[in-house]
């Protein structure tokens, strides 16, 4: 018995280690499985390229190619028609740029190699006339166009409808053409400057009564244009807005002298805006993209109307290239525009 529990003292100093080195090498082997699952599973960055086209002969810095949320450092490989220059990627002739981007591991993202192929193209210039009522919406859509398309450049002019169909039978240069009317379009796709095949509707408006900012007057609807001093401004007859103004005060039976017409819904905005104007009638998308300078007041639905605004291309453009008139209508007219023109009050058709 003395000599059992002899043995017992000594191996038991020897157990204990020994559970205590199990214990301490199955933490080890966990701690190892975790940090290599955390390494098999580790989230991959995400890659965007930003650039479908770019211009030949030219030097563009990579931050207006390829965007990530990476923080390791960027090694890029080329072929075709473009190298890697420092922060640039410089271009050659016409052709292809094959471009490798490949990204090392870092504590937070796993290491991943992505490519692109982008099309290296002369320089463009787009010519694009359009409604003075859709110039916020088209100069925000000509941002995100010209980040994408590098070698393309969008010059707009912003008119009153009638006065752009006077300007391209009159020869002006012209590529793409929107307006805010279906008659003004007809009239350039009956000349042949516009080809019928290509117009489509690109979105929907409506008017609204235009005030000062925190309307001064207290104006709530139509009949209130009437009152005694107001001083009301409308676009001119000849163009859409003034047309469109005319049916919705003959709807609702109400008259007033006009104190002056406007050659645009813009310079109806300016003139209320400004304060040289009590009250006009214009778009309700005048209204939101001027809402430091004015307010929109709401016309009633069973006398308001809903103006299409048409798009088209040109029977012979100025450009000659059909493939950028291609994507800024497909931009316009796409998820993008959309998103745009509806957060800008157009209605989508």
Same mark, same amino acid.
């Given at each position: ?53 770019l211009p030949d002969s030219t030097r563009i810095e990579i931050s207006k190619i390829v965007e990530t949320d990476s923080t390791a450092q960027m090694k890029l490989n080329t072929r075709g028609s473009c190298d890697v220059k420092g922060k640039y990627i410089a271009t050659q002739k016409v052709g292809i740029c094959q471009i490798e981007l490949r990204l090392a591991a870092t504590p937070k993202f796993a290491a991943i190699t ?37 070698? #393309? ?5 912003? +008119? !009153?409808? @009638? ?7 009159? =020869?002006?240069? &012209? *590529? ?95 003139? #209320? ?5 009590? +009250? !006009?009638? @214009? ?7 001027? =809402?430091?300078? &004015? *307010? ?54």
């Amino acid at each position: 018995m003395h000599a059992t529990n002899s043995l017992r003292n000594v191996f038991t100093p020897k157990l204990v280690a020994i559970r205590r080195l199990a214990v301490v090498a199955i933490l080890a082997w966990f701690a190892c499985g975790q940090l290599v699952s955390a390494k098999s599973y580790a989230t991959a960055p995400t890659v965007v390229w930003l650039a479908s086209s770019l211009p030949d002969s030219t030097r563009i810095e990579i931050s207006k190619i390829v965007e990530t949320d990476s923080t390791a450092q960027m090694k890029l490989n080329t072929r075709g028609s473009c190298d890697v220059k420092g922060k640039y990627i410089a271009t050659q002739k016409v052709g292809i740029c094959q471009i490798e981007l490949r990204l090392a591991a870092t504590p937070k993202f796993a290491a991943i190699t992505s490519s692109a192929i982008i099309q290296v193209k002369k320089k463009t210039e787009l010519t694009v006339l359009a409604a003075a009522s859709l110039a916020n919406s088209f100069e925000a859509i000509g941002k995100v166009f010209m980040a994408k398309y590098l070698n #393309v450049s969008v010059k707009f002019n912003f +008119a !009153g409808s @009638a006065t752009l169909a006077t300007q391209i039978q009159q =020869g002006a240069p &012209v *590529d793409i053409v929107a307006m805010a009317d279906t008659s003004n379009i007809e009239k350039v796709v009956a000349s042949g400057d516009i080809e019928r095949r290509s117009v489509s509707t690109l979105v929907r408006n409506q008017l609204a009564i235009l005030v000062q900012r925190g309307n001064p007057q207290k104006i709530g609807s139509l009949n209130d244009l009437t009152r005694s001093g107001l001083k009301v401004v409308l676009c001119d007859i000849s163009q859409p807005c003034g047309k469109y103004a005319a049916i919705v005060l003959t709807r609702a039976n109400v008259s007033f002298t006009v104190a002056s017409r406007e050659a645009s819904a813009s310079g109806v905005v300016l003139r #209320v805006g400004l304060g040289e104007a009590d +009250a !006009g009638i @214009a778009y309700v998308t005048d209204g939101l993209v001027a =809402g430091d300078k &004015v *307010d929109a007041i709401k016309i009633a639905e069973n006398l308001n109307l809903i103006a299409d605004y048409p798009i088209g291309v040109a029977t012979s453009p100025t450009t000659k290239d059909r493939a950028a008139i291609s994507a800024f209508v497909a931009t316009a007219s796409g998820k993008i525009g959309r998103q745009i023109f509806v957060d800008n009050g157009f209605i989508l058709p």
